[in-house]
DNA sequence: TCTGGGGTCCTCGGGCGG
DNA sequence: TCTGCCGCCCGAGGACCC
């Protein structure tokens, strides 16, 4: 989702030379803001954010009236306010936004099967193959933002380029509901006028290290020798800045992703000093680790955890299991053994469990339970009962679920022994 | 005055085996 | 048996992206 406030907008004009494009970036303009608005139009034309006004928010979207007060996305919600206290503040509804997601996507889909969803609301496509069928990338670029919007009520932008970079970089710059093209003998000219912070990986640090040695824009970048890229940002970012510069990026749009970890956290509402509601909270997040995992028919061989203490320092442990697991219960050991590890020097602000090093199950693995609600509901209900009656006084609880086969399965659990 | 949650990728240091 | 070198894996931390 774009940062910027769309007062540096730059678009193509109608017919602009497309030649040497193949590769198109559609990314939805304040994808949740814009869901928010098609649901209650009386919010159209208003400052809005969606995010929790409430406990320690950010701004997941600003409206672009929003964002013209300074509000960016990332930013607490606390501070948003204060920049622009008439803004209106909404909940994203996830429902919706999922539901809106699918039916772009399925748009983007009818031009070419080659498409790379990169998040909820952004996508690549390859659209070279297509050209007999709708025309050339930029009159699909037409037809399609049409298309999005006859269809959804909704606004996207999108770049036209030869590669996936320069095609990002220009649907940024189109910001908001607007069509940059940039044929491919115009790439080099095109990058050479923006700052370095445009590129692709080139965050605050990276930014930092190259104007500490007066590299401040691609054109600056295309005069400084290897070498001393090298230095600045270490030999990948490096060997990549260089390469980005020059317009060079061999990447391909690629359908299919492999994940290569799955992993909850949480952030409380106020920081947390009793190591017994961290535990629990562990296990609730092991558990929500296991179903998801057990979902995608996966397995971790490694589990990993983060704990924030209170003055944001942020350390992560991780251990290389004997077998891998997609059992929450066993997750949950493994995180509350690198927790009991953890050196506990302050409060804690957030704490998270994550599974690595996935490898899909072997064979079809009895399901236990068909509702993973319901059994979640069950642990917390024995947390809840041993918060009020104390730990051990209620000892076991029993969920019935169903198997596959349809038949009843009880699934016995006790609460955590007293310490 | 504050800093979410979901990820990926890179770097660096240490251990280990050939 | 000891030492050095190399590649590989693992673990920790950080930067970055949406």
Request: glycine share 10%.
């Given at each position: 989702?774009?940062r ?26 304040a ?27 950010v ?30 503040t ?49 009159q ?29 970089i220009?649907?940024?710059?189109s ?46 970048i ?60 562990f ?44 059992v ?11 927790f ?11 704490v ?66 007293p310490?």
């Open positions: 989702m774009g910027g406030d769309g007062t540096g907008r730059v678009v193509s004009p109608e017919g602009a030379d497309d030649t040497g494009t193949g590769i198109l970036h559609v990314d939805m303009d994808f949740y803001v814009s869901v928010a608005i098609l649901d209650d139009p009386s919010l159209k034309g208003k400052p809005v954010i969606t995010g929790s006004p409430e406990g320690r928010g701004v997941a979207s600003a409206s672009y009236e929003a964002r013209r007060y300074g509000v960016r996305s990332a930013m607490p919600v606390s501070q948003a306010l204060r920049l622009c206290p008439t803004a209106i909404v909940q994203p509804r996830f429902d919706r936004i999922n539901e809106l997601s699918s039916q772009v996507m399925g748009i983007f889909d009818d031009f070419t099967p080659l498409v790379e969803p990169l998040s909820i609301d952004e996508a690549f496509l390859d659209v070279r193959g297509a050209r007999r069928l709708w025309g050339s990338p930029g699909i670029a037409v037809l399609l933002r049409r298309r999005v919007f006859e269809e959804t009520g909704l606004t996207c932008s999108v770049g036209v380029a030869a590669t996936k970079h320069v095609a990002k220009a649907s940024t710059l910001k908001p509901d607007g069509l940059l093209i940039v044929a491919g003998p115009d790439t080099a000219a095109f990058l050479a006028t923006l700052p370095a912070r445009a590129l692709w990986g080139v965050g605050p640090k990276a930014g930092e290290a190259l104007e500490a040695r007066g590299i401040h824009t691609v054109a600056d295309l005069e400084t020798p290897r070498s001393v890229l090298d230095r600045a940002l270490g030999p990948a970012m490096g060997d990549r800045v260089w390469h980005l510069a020059r317009g060079l990026d061999a990447r391909s749009v690629e359908t299919a992703r492999v994940e290569k970890s799955v992993g909850h956290e949480e952030t409380f509402l106020r920081d947390i000093d009793d190591p017994a509601i961290l535990r629990t909270e296990r609730r997040l092991a558990d929500r680790v296991g179903t998801r995992l057990r979902k995608h028919a996966w397995e971790a061989s490694t589990i990993s955890i983060k704990v924030r203490f209170a003055d944001f320092t942020t350390i992560t442990r991780s251990q290389t299991l004997p077998e891998p697991t997609s929450g219960r066993r997750i949950g050991e493994a995180a509350l053994e690198l009991e590890a953890v050196e506990r020097r302050q409060p804690v602000r957030l998270g469990v994550r599974g690595e090093r996935l490898r899909p199950v072997a064979g079809d693995l009895p399901t236990l339970w068909d509702d993973d609600e319901d059994w979640r509901s069950l642990e917390g209900a024995l947390d809840d009962a041993a918060a009020r009656f104390g730990r051990g006084a209620v000892t076991r609880a029993t969920l019935i679920g169903r198997s596959r086969d349809g038949g009843a399965l009880p699934v016995n659990r006790r609460t955590p022994s310490d």
